[in-house]
């Protein structure tokens, strides 16, 4: 069966091993068909992405895009419908993180983290969920983290974003409920990405592999779809790393 899955952020990270995860699947299942909408801002990634899943023998879509460019969302999910019919999940993992002392975090850091995580977020959800809605049928994951409901000290601005995030999902909940919609939370802690920028190798060794979160994420949406995983709270064995 054909499913249309957008995942945002797709390009590098825990997105791009989302693609590749459900590609995975899809080699062990002939009877999951995704198609794989790989939504970033920068086009090599998603190309290079795009041939892996290719080699697995997924379809997949690229669109070079700004999830924080709000004019831009309602022509992207139009078109995504014209193009295949129908969206049936929609995994909402753009997001940045802008990381420092309170006292030193500018206008742009706050502009450029609420854009992205709560904006973006929140209207690309707004556009897709009523397809979800009219379909009676559908999952929508929000990658936030535990940084949604714990804080860090250098963590100000971006936990301010998650814990938003953490609201808009609870939210939609309310809404998803009554049209078999299902809603996942997905709060990682430490893994290690592009995010994180040049660390030294004693902390790589504290952080989880972005596959590790993932694989959780595939099993959730191949789920019975009497069944909803409502939360996935997923640590490195060591705990949070508290920087
Ligand atoms: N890594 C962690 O430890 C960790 C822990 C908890 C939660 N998370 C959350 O997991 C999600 C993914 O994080 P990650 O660590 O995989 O980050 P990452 O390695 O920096 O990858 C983020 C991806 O999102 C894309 N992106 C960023 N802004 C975008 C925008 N405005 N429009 C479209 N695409 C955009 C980036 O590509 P372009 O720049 O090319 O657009 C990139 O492909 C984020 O929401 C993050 O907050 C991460």
Redesign the pocket.
């Known amino acids: 069966m054909k499913h249309t899955i957008i995942i ?8 791009r091993a989302i693609a590749l995860e459900f590609s995975r699947a899809a080699s062990l299942n002939p009877s999951f068909e995704p198609l794989l909408v790989l ?4 086009g090599s ?1 998603l190309e290079s992405l795009a041939a892996e899943c290719d080699s697995q023998g997924v379809r997949t879509e690229c669109i070079q ?4 460019d709000i004019q831009s969302l309602d022509p992207l999910v139009e078109g995504i419908m014209k193009r295949h019919g129908s969206i049936d999940c929609l995994i909402n ?5 802008r990381f420092g002392p309170f006292t030193e975090l500018t206008e742009e850091d706050y502009q450029y983290t609420m854009d ?1 995580n709560l904006k ?1 977020t929140f209207f690309l959800t707004q556009k897709v969920f009523p397809i979800l809605e009219a379909n009676r049928s559908g999952h929508i994951f929000f ?1 936030t ?2 940084a949604a409901e714990k804080a860090y000290p250098s963590s100000s601005l971006y936990s301010m974003s998650k814990y938003a995030q953490k609201g808009l999902v609870e939210a939609m909940r309310l809404y998803a409920v009554k049209c078999g919609v299902r809603i996942t939370n997905v709060m ?4 290690l ?4 920028g040049e660390i030294d190798e004693a902390m790589k060794d504290l952080m989880m592999m ?1 596959e590790d979160i993932a694989r959780p994420i595939v099993e959730a949406y191949l789920l019975p779809r009497r069944t909803s995983v409502e939360e996935i709270v997923i640590r490195p064995v060591g705990g949070d790393i508290n920087e």
């Open positions: 945002t952020g797709a390009g590098k990270g825990i997105g939504i970033s801002r920068t990634d895009a700004d999830i924080a993992n753009a997001g940045v993180g992205i973006g990658i983290s535990v990682p802690g430490a893994a990405t592009p995010m994180w972005p």
